[in-house]
């Protein structure tokens, strides 16, 4: 969420029932504006609210020159002090992270024993040896940082048209985007994973019949497994917003103002994902 209109969008994502208390609401603007001008970014935003035993982990991050391959990670457990949250590249260290059966406990030094799954040999379509599970130690400071990557990869959402893709390769903020419309606003395919993208570019673009070189490079979230199922759509008429809520990672709420560039997401959760969505339908 940006810090532009951080309280504005806080105030539209309490239709689905996330919210901070008004000494966290000052806390948290007031530090990342600090923390904006102490690292000269161009944008700040508030990412959300890890759930933990002791304290609770809050994330922010920022960018300098591209919104999505230059985004800085912070956490905090005050609201106001700002941690840089270590770059995460082991595969181990990922799988550890969704395997860990214990809740976070808000100490970033806790180490934790974590066994991950064995390994089949496989050969001619058989299983001819299952290798012995490996234990990895887990630092959860590493653990806070692969799980806010992969909810960010799995469940972060922009609309369509509000990022930029610049000639020479880089992501910004559309200063032109002025919202989707009426027409718009209730299709998922107007609806952006904020994040790089996974698929070719030629399957993107071949979906739309009215395609943008420039705004569709990123992936749509009607696209992503299980099919109609990941994301919830609700519209608050009324108000003219539209709420999309994660499935997969319960707590991810995104929202969009209809007719205005003002948008954006807010996690509150523990860390968990959902295993049982499949299970719900």
């Given at each position: 969420?940006?810090?532009?209109?951080?309280?504005?969008?806080?105030?539209?994502?309490?239709?689905?029932?996330?919210?901070?208390?008004?000494?966290?609401?000052?806390?948290?603007?007031?530090?990342?504006?600090?923390?904006?001008?102490?690292?000269?970014?161009?944008?700040?935003?508030?990412?959300?609210?890890?759930?933990?035993v002791k304290n609770d982990y809050y994330i922010a991050f920022g960018y300098t020159n591209d919104?999505?391959?230059?985004?800085?990670?912070?956490?905090?457990?005050?609201?106001?002090?700002?941690?840089?949250?270590?770059?995460?590249?082991?595969?181990?260290?990922?799988?550890?992270?969704?395997?860990?059966?214990?809740?976070?406990?808000?100490?970033?030094?806790?180490?934790?024993?974590?066994?991950?799954?064995?390994?089949?040999?496989?050969?001619?379509?058989?299983?001819?040896?299952?290798?012995?599970?490996?234990?990895?130690?887990?630092?959860?400071?590493?653990?806070?940082?692969?799980?806010?990557?992969?909810?960010?990869?799995?469940?972060?959402?922009?609309?369509?048209?509000?990022?930029?893709?610049?000639?020479?390769?880089?992501?910004?903020?559309?200063?032109?985007?002025?919202?989707?419309?009426?027409?718009?606003?209730?299709?998922?395919?107007?609806?952006?994973?904020?994040?790089?993208?996974?698929?070719?570019?030629?399957?993107?673009?071949?979906?739309?019949?009215?395609?943008?070189?420039?705004?569709?490079?990123?992936?749509?979230?009607?696209?992503?497994?299980?099919?109609?199922?990941?994301?919830?759509?609700?519209?608050?008429?009324?108000?003219?917003?539209?709420?999309?809520?994660?499935?997969?990672?319960?707590?991810?709420?995104?929202?969009?103002?209809?007719?205005?560039?003002?948008?954006?997401?807010?996690?509150?959760?523990?860390?968990?994902?959902?295993?049982?969505?499949?299970?719900?339908?």
């Amino acid at each position: 969420m940006n810090v532009e209109y951080f309280s504005e969008g806080l105030e539209c994502l309490m239709y689905c029932g996330l919210k901070l208390s008004p000494e966290q609401r000052i806390l948290i603007e007031n530090s990342l504006i600090v923390l904006l001008q102490e690292n000269r970014f161009s944008g700040m935003y508030f990412w959300g609210r890890i759930t933990a035993v002791k304290n609770d982990y809050y994330i922010a991050f920022g960018y300098t020159n591209d919104c999505l391959k230059d985004r800085k990670y912070f956490y905090s457990v005050d609201q106001y002090q700002w941690q840089l949250l270590p770059f995460v590249q082991s595969p181990k260290i990922f799988q550890a992270t969704i395997l860990a059966p214990e809740p976070f406990i808000g100490d970033p030094s806790l180490q934790t024993f974590v066994k991950l799954d064995p390994t089949f040999n496989i050969v001619a379509n058989q299983v001819v040896s299952i290798g012995r599970p490996e234990v990895i130690k887990l630092k959860e400071e590493e653990r806070l940082a692969a799980i806010v990557f992969i909810i960010s990869e799995e469940s972060a959402i922009c609309p369509r048209g509000a990022l930029y893709k610049m000639v020479d390769g880089r992501v910004i903020p559309n200063q032109m985007f002025r919202g989707l419309n009426d027409l718009q606003i209730d299709n998922l395919s107007y609806y952006q994973l904020y994040r790089l993208p996974r698929n070719d570019l030629k399957s993107n673009l071949s979906k739309r019949s009215d395609y943008n070189y420039a705004i569709d490079f990123l992936d749509t979230i009607d696209g992503v497994i299980p099919l109609s199922q990941a994301f919830s759509l609700n519209m608050q008429r009324n108000e003219r917003i539209s709420i999309i809520k994660s499935c997969i990672w319960l707590g991810m709420t995104f929202f969009h103002k209809l007719g205005s560039r003002k948008h954006g997401f807010l996690y509150l959760g523990n860390g968990r994902k959902n295993f049982d969505l499949l299970f719900m339908y």
